[in-house]
């Protein structure tokens, strides 16, 4: 069965550093997503992505966080100086038209 | 905006008792509802999803839900539970987007106990 991938699984930072978080989405899927959930609380949307370009963001997703598609396969989150609050668990998702999102198994992202 | 309570933050049932999770949605327009499951250390896994028609909707590992529109409920339900089934369970809401729902709004969780 296909699935989405995620790697790192775990990454640990010093604040201020820049990280970028990898997804191999579903090879035949074309809407990708970001969410992230800090520990003990739910989930968040941060972003989808749609025909090379942000179809849709939250208010999460500011200036220190950017995404790119930068070949056919891989989907990428970077933060440009992260933050304490950063950490948290990071999933990516993908989907096809009509379909619910699958998600990736996640990347925790510890900024110390 | 959109948004999704669940009301119950821990919820402890037997084994092989019946099990219903609750889920209030708020939505502007008809909304995409579905239920994920999240064991310990894990990613999202989808039970079960409600685009339109059918208003029972029947999912993975014996779980239905039903949408009230009248009610902006969409609870989650479970005949037998299973020692298995305790979890992280999280309900969503989304908007169309491209023929499916886009970006998901999820409600803070209900996190089940399976007493033996």
């Known amino acids: 069965e296909p699935e989405v991938t995620q790697t790192p699984s775990h990454q640990v930072t010093q604040m201020g550093q820049e990280v970028i978080l990898r997804c191999v989405p579903i090879?035949?899927?074309?809407?990708f997503y970001w969410y992230r959930q800090i520990l003990g609380q739910k989930v968040e949307f941060l972003v989808s992505f749609y025909n090379n370009e942000i179809s849709e963001k939250s208010e999460i997703f500011d200036d220190q966080f950017s995404v790119e598609r930068p070949d056919g396969s891989n989907f990428t989150l970077k933060i440009r100086s992260t933050k304490l609050e950063d950490s948290a668990m990071y999933f990516c998702?993908?989907?096809?038209?009509?379909?619910?999102?699958?998600f990736g198994p996640g990347t925790r992202l510890t900024v110390l | 905006a959109q948004s999704v309570t669940q009301p119950d933050i821990h919820i402890t049932v037997s084994e092989g008792a019946s099990l219903e999770l609750r889920c209030n949605y708020s939505y502007g327009a008809t909304p995409y509802l579905f239920w994920y499951v999240q064991s310990p250390g894990q990613g999202l896994q989808l039970l079960l999803k409600y685009f339109s028609g059918d208003t029972l909707v029947q999912g993975i590992k014996g779980f239905e839900a039903e949408f009230k529109r009248s009610q902006s409920s969409f609870n989650l339900r479970k005949p037998s539970v299973h020692w298995s089934d305790a979890a992280e369970y999280f309900c969503a809401v989304g908007g169309y987007s491209g023929g499916g729902a886009d970006g998901l709004t999820f409600g803070k969780g209900t996190h089940l106990i399976i007493q033996p």
């Open positions: 090879s035949n899927h074309l809407y």
């Open positions: 998702a993908s989907r096809r038209g009509e379909a619910y999102q699958f």
